[in-house]
């Protein structure tokens, strides 16, 4: 399930995160990827651990769980700290399966990575390139989202950035583990929660129909959660 989520971050944000990234210390970004995935990845990364990526982090993680689309579509139980990474001319991240354990950073524990998501931070008219493909069994998906847009993807997706041609692509990305390990239960979930909204905006809460679908909704994530 490919769920897109709109102003994920407002103006004044998007703002702030643009300056102190300005500001930052870049790595190679290799040094957060597999063993595999560094061969086929050209980018650069702030320090996970720098002052500048906790800030950033935390302010990502207040705007989600602000957003009910988030919420719904991963279904987070963790959500490691958020990283943050820019791709110049020439750079570019060949296809690759993100890594299905992940370590918290000064947690001591790992956790795992169920749900994928890139929140972009440069407006698509300033670089060339940088597109996300996104692989499922309909065919590749193509995503370059307005600056504080979010897309929210299986982990589990072969996926790759196209390269850069002109200007710079900035964003943030981080794994979700879910409280819905599958993807197929969460879809379904995420439908019918959009089904519930749609229904609750037509009939009173107390209409037997509405109560019946919030039953519905709230015994298969009953059935289905891991905690």
């Excluded at 302010?59 to 279904?75: C, D, E, Q, T």
């Excluded at 890594?99 to 000064?106: F, K």
């Excluded at 065919?139 to 850069?164: C, D, F, Q, W």
């Amino acid at each position: 399930m490919l769920v897109e989520i709109p102003n994920l971050l407002n103006a004044a944000e998007i703002a702030h995160c643009r300056r102190v990234l300005e500001a930052s210390p870049w790595v190679d970004g290799r040094v957060t990827a597999g063993e595999q995935a560094a061969k086929s990845k050209q980018n650069l990364q702030i320090p996970v651990d720098s002052a500048e990526a906790l800030e950033l982090g935390d302010l990502i993680l207040r705007a989600l769980g602000r957003n009910p689309v988030f919420n719904s579509a991963a279904m987070p139980l963790h959500v490691l700290p958020p990283m943050f990474n820019r791709y110049d001319v020439g750079m570019k991240f060949g296809a690759h399966v993100d890594g299905a354990i992940r370590a918290v950073p000064g947690a001591g524990r790992r956790m795992r990575a169920d749900v994928s998501t890139t929140v972009f931070l440069t407006d698509p008219a300033d670089y060339d390139g940088g597109e996300l493909l996104i692989e499922d069994s309909f065919g590749v998906h193509e995503v370059k989202l307005p600056a504080g847009h979010a897309v929210v993807y299986p982990a589990s997706s072969l996926h790759s950035v196209r390269e850069i041609t002109r200007g710079s692509r900035w964003g943030s990305f981080f794994w979700t583990q879910s409280m819905i390990p599958d993807d197929g239960r969460r879809a379904l979930l995420y439908d019918l929660d959009l089904a519930i909204m749609a229904v609750r905006s037509r009939l009173p809460d107390e209409e037997p129909a509405v109560l019946q679908l919030t039953n519905v909704y709230h015994n298969l994530l009953r059935s289905w959660a891991q905690m």
